[in-house]
């Protein structure tokens, strides 16, 4: 068995991670929440816990090959970084914290109920994520020489 650090993660991978992490009891509901994870799936089981919990909560349909109604999870997308900082604060059941000043330079303030920009200030303030040094290949120091946090 292989490890592969180096390697990214999907979103079914990471709810997996978090759920387990948590130590939620896992949910079977007889219907499903997404659209793109049955009941019977791999990760069934995981995504429907995390949803149960607010971990996650997918996409309105509409998207390419989405057809409505109902919503979506893309399990096999890659989760990104400010998708992360939202499942680990959100199952840690911290209080979540939307600072005017933000701590990243490509992190603008985002004051909306529910924003990534809140869950990666949450994530911050909590020491479990930093940024990379300003100064590199499009990222220029601010006046605050504020790190970039690479959402995406």
């Given amino acids: 068995m292989l490890f592969k650090p180096n390697n990214t993660a999907t ?80 199952s840690r059941g911290w209080a979540i914290v939307t600072p005017a000043t933000p701590t990243f330079a490509d992190m603008p303030f985002d004051g909306s109920a529910g924003s990534l920009y809140s869950y990666v200030e949450t994530s911050a303030s909590k020491g479990i994520i930093s940024g990379y040094p300003c100064g590199g290949a499009s990222e220029p120091c601010d006046g605050q020489n504020r790190p970039y946090f690479r959402p995406g």
């Fill in 11 to 90: 979103r079914a991978q990471l709810s997996k991670l978090v759920v387990l992490a948590a130590g939620w009891t896992l949910e079977n509901p007889a219907t499903a929440t997404f659209n793109d994870v049955q009941p019977g799936s791999t990760f069934y089981q995981v995504v429907e816990t995390a949803a149960a919990h607010g971990v996650s909560s997918g996409y309105p349909c509409g998207g390419s090959g989405e057809p409505c109604p109902g919503r979506y999870f893309r399990p096999g997308n890659n989760v990104t970084r400010a998708q992360t900082a939202k499942m680990v604060s959100v």
